[in-house]
């Protein structure tokens, strides 16, 4: 069946660094999302990626769906604490990825 | 956005009992999904809920070990049955939200011991 791989697992960068988690898929997707769920909490939707090629930004962050709409990517440029979470990529059909759990150096 | 209300957000159970899980919606849903979240893993969908029919379930789950109700458009409830150590995980409900994709309840933290 369909899957997302993502990679990296996990990611420890100093706070003020860039971060980047990717999505990949061996088939086309109609559409992809990202989540961002924060220790303890529940997953929350952060964005939907629809158009071939299509880049979307929400303040820091800058999503990506690739031209072949197989791949994806989440970046976040200078990093606070705040982003401290595991990022999921899910694809249609209920397909989530195995996320990216992100932590930030003081 | 649609507002989901989860409970109970925490439970220890004995092995061989049973915890209902109910999801309240703030709107009216055509489906609510169930998803399981087992520590520091993805999520994975357990069944999908329609009011007024049998609940899908998806490849690994079983009505009998995890059974649904869905009684009208803003209310579910996921049932663990038989609890085993091995069912100790985080249990989610969802709603579509179209493009804004799914909401999910605050979860249900569930240790069997």
């Known amino acids: 069946g369909q899957q997302v791989m993502q990679i990296p697992q996990y990611q420890h960068v100093q706070e003020g660094e860039d971060f980047t988690t990717y999505c990949n898929s061996s088939t086309t997707l109609s559409n992809i999302q990202w989540y961002k769920q924060r220790p303890g909490g529940h997953p929350v939707f952060l964005i939907q990626?629809?158009?071939?090629?299509e880049v979307k930004k929400q303040k820091r962050l800058t999503f990506q769906f690739g031209e072949a709409k197989k791949n994806s990517s989440l970046h976040i440029t200078a990093t606070q604490t705040t982003d401290v979470g595991t990022y999921f990529c899910a694809g249609p059909s209920f397909i989530f990825g195995k996320g990216t759990r992100l932590h930030i150096l003081p | 956005s649609a507002v989901i209300s989860q409970k109970p957000s925490r439970d220890i159970c004995q092995r061989g009992t049973s915890l209902t899980i109910q999801c309240q919606v703030d709107?009216?849903?055509?489906?609510m999904f169930w998803y399981r979240q087992q520590p520091g893993q993805s999520l994975t969908l357990i069944a999908t809920?329609?009011?007024?029919?049998?609940?899908?379930?998806e490849s690994g789950f079983v009505i009998d070990k995890f059974p649904i109700s869905r009684p009208n458009l803003t209310f579910s409830t996921l049932t663990v049955s038989n609890m085993s150590p091995e069912d100790s995980s985080i249990y989610l409900c969802?709603?579509?939200?179209?493009?804004?994709?799914?909401?999910f309840g605050s979860g249900t933290r569930l240790t069997v011991v």
């Open positions: 709107s009216q849903v055509t489906m």
């Open positions: 969802s709603v579509e939200q179209g493009a804004s994709g799914y909401t």
């Open positions: 809920a329609n009011q007024g029919s049998e609940a899908t379930y």
């Open positions: 990626l629809v158009k071939s090629g």
